[in-house]
């Protein structure tokens, strides 16, 4: 073990050149350095850091492969268990699961788990060969939905012996992937890559497809599907319903990252999606996907970017690496203030956004202080483009031809968080679908149980 009581270093790109840029902001490690850091594991024999992994990582075995060199080896032993390691690698928040749970991290900083999953990924991404599809004799299942759930459900699925297809929307596969994550985070050819690979298992992709629309869930039954998996995500913007919110210059993110990242308007004129920014953009919210949005509008020409967040510092949702790097990049914070109304002009643009002061209270159901506002401390802020990431809700095209699926107030489908059973036969479901905005892991994990459930189902329907 080594001594060290910090994590290995994550190189990275100079903030000032890098907000001209969508390239890659964190480089990865060296040889040298993921060997140096899979020395400090303890390789305890109670790993509690497994019990942070939603989707079961033997993350000790792993970490010894690299300590001692056999990269190719840790690769293998990831994907015995994980079928996204490259992605998972560098979006998912480790702090809060495995990492929040290494021994290590007790008395020193944890082990660069994700650090190190993303370094062996990166390494035999040119060179690892996916063993011959295994025999798909065991039924047909339909998945809905080419995101994290979806994939790896399919991935699963087809490495027991299924016949897998997804029906994705779009015309790319991914789903928050593709569409929500900023190449800077997250480049879409490690995506690509690690789609591609799925598809080597024997699933098939067809995009396109907007189950709902083209066909009802009851028509894949009739198709000849034993199953079917909902892994929609929750693509549906919400908005505060304020004034001026139909003015020009006003985005939901997920409209804002949509154009960016999928239409690849970062590209224009290369690509013709232009998307407008102005000069001053006020981002609501302070969650990952607001610093995502801050931090685009940045590389996009604005010159000033800012947070606008009604509780305290604290209290932000986002993962402390992404806030770090906003902070890094130039990003402003407008904490303890709440947006009340949007100012436009007489051709219907932008031009200011009110906004009142807040102080927290008593705290509130979620066990967070209560934002309270300050009377008469109404201000003016000037800027051109407000971007509204307040989260997103599932999209009810899917749910409007089959009312037998029941759904919570809010429209997320109602499924047991074991197998991800839903009250219609046959019908399973998980991801954000289910749980509303959650991480990429937490759908992972929905879709690794419900791929289980589905294959004890099936197999138990054909006895």
Not at 65 to 74: D, I, M, S, T
Not at 122 to 131: F, K, L, N, S
Not at 286 to 291: H, I
Request: proline fraction near 5%; charge should be negative; include cysteine.
């Amino acid at each position: 073990m080594s001594k060290e009581t910090k994590k290995t270093k994550m190189p990275e790109q100079n903030p000032k050149e890098r907000i001209s840029n969508f390239d890659e902001v964190t480089l990865g490690y060296s040889a040298e350095d993921a060997i140096n850091e899979a020395k400090r594991c303890l390789q305890c024999k109670n790993p509690l850091c497994m019990q942070g992994c939603p989707v079961e990582i033997d993350i000790p075995d792993f970490i010894a492969l690299v300590a001692e060199g056999k990269f190719a080896e840790a690769a293998q032993k990831i994907k015995e268990k994980n079928n996204l390691p490259a992605i998972c690698g560098r979006v998912c928040p480790q702090e809060e699961q495995c990492e929040q749970k290494c021994i290590v991290g007790i008395k020193n900083e944890p082990v660069a788990i994700g650090r190190l999953e993303r370094f062996v990924a990166d390494y035999v991404r040119d060179t690892e060969v996916i063993e011959g599809v295994m025999k798909q004799e065991k039924g047909k299942v339909a998945i809905v939905g080419a995101g994290p759930a979806g994939l790896t459900a399919a991935a699963d699925l087809a490495k027991v012996g299924y016949q897998v297809t997804i029906f994705e929307a779009f015309h790319e596969a991914g789903g928050v992937l593709t569409y929500g994550i900023p190449e800077f985070r997250l480049p879409k050819e490690i995506v690509k890559d690690e789609v591609d690979k799925i598809k080597q298992l024997g699933v098939e992709i067809k995009l396109n497809h907007v189950i709902g629309k083209i066909k009802r869930v009851d028509e894949l039954f009739e198709d000849g599907y034993d199953a079917v998996f909902v892994g929609t995500g929750a693509g549906l913007p919400r908005f505060l319903g304020l004034e001026g919110e139909n003015l020009n210059g006003v985005y939901s993110a997920n409209e804002f990252l949509t154009r960016v990242n999928l239409m690849k308007a970062y590209r224009f004129p290369e690509y013709k999606t232009p998307v407008y920014v102005g000069k001053r953009v006020a981002v609501i919210g302070a969650g990952n996907v607001a610093m995502d949005a801050a931090r685009t509008a940045l590389r996009l020409g604005a010159e000033e970017s800012m947070i606008v967040y009604r509780r305290a510092r604290e209290q932000m949702p986002a993962r402390a690496e992404e806030i770090h790097h906003a902070e890094a990049e130039g990003i402003k914070f407008k904490l303890l203030n709440n947006p009340t109304k949007i100012l436009g002009d007489e051709n219907g643009f932008v031009t200011g956004m009110e906004c009142i002061k807040m102080e927290l209270g008593e705290p509130d159901d979620s066990g967070r202080r209560r934002p309270v506002p300050i009377e008469d401390s109404e201000w003016i802020m000037d800027v051109d483009t407000v971007i509204m990431a307040i989260g997103q809700s599932p999209n009810p095209i899917l749910l409007k031809d089959s009312p037998e699926i029941e759904t919570t107030d809010w429209g997320t489908i109602l499924a047991d968080d074991r197998t991800g059973k839903t009250s219609k036969e046959g019908v399973f479901a998980g991801g954000d679908t289910v749980t509303g905005a959650a991480t990429v892991i937490q759908a992972m994990g929905a879709g690794k149980r419900a791929a289980r459930a589905i294959d004890e189902y099936i197999q138990g329907s054909n006895k």
